[in-house]
């Protein structure tokens, strides 16, 4: 139980992932095969850097197409949700169109990017079992996804705004889980204990 693959289209944040699933006793395979990815039990959806040419990545391995039609949980970490939504106002590119909602730059007056410890607050449903209120967790972004009828947590930057997500089988999270700390590490194996 728990094949867990990690999807490697070359904007990912693969290693510091990889260590955290280990520290939790969980191997992760990364792959781009889509028959590998399709018959996981756990998807991985990682995200550094620009949302357009990770997008452009995205399509030249054909993954856009598969990835939104996955039935298995599948959890989007920072750029990974935000490429999970319809669209984003970073170099004006779509999404994979799981979630309806559209990525919107941070406004003149906040110190941008955001990057540090925040707390997540108003959290709902089994990917926080065990995380208490006002947690704090990590955040490197320029860029965030507004609150919708998907959100299952939010974090105060100057305003409220989503900072997880959750559809069906899809799960998105702007922090960085396997950089912070105890807590990050709860809400991932939260994740792999999820039942389908």
């Known amino acids: 139980m728990n094949n867990i693959v990690i999807i490697d289209y070359g904007a990912g944040n693969i290693q510091s992932i990889k260590f955290a699933l280990k520290r939790l006793g969980y191997d992760a395979l990364l792959t781009n095969d889509f028959e ?12 550094v850097g620009e949302a357009a040419s990770a997008m452009d990545k995205l399509i030249k391995s054909g993954l856009h197409q598969l990835i939104p039609q996955l039935k298995q949980p599948v959890l989007g ?38 990057i540090g410890w ?13 995380i208490e209120e006002r947690e704090f967790m990590y955040l490197v972004h320029s860029f965030y996804v507004p609150i919708n009828n998907n959100t299952i947590a939010t974090t105060n930057y ?25 807590a990050g590490e709860r809400i991932l194996n939260n994740f792999l204990e999820l039942v389908q």
Do not use: R, W
């Open 118 to 130: 925040n707390q997540i607050e108003s959290l709902q449903g089994e990917l926080f079992k065990g």
């Open 36 to 47: 590998i990815i399709k018959h996981a039990d756990k998807v991985i959806f990682p995200g």
């Open 77 to 114: 970490i920072c750029l990974g949700m935000q490429l999970l939504c319809n669209h984003s106002e970073e170099g004006n590119t779509n999404g994979l169109s799981v979630f309806d909602v559209n990525v919107k730059k941070f406004p003149k007056g906040e110190k941008i990017p955001q």
């Open 158 to 182: 100057g305003f409220d705004y989503a900072t997880a997500l959750q559809k069906d089988n899809f799960y998105g999270v702007q922090f960085h889980p396997e950089k912070s700390s105890y």
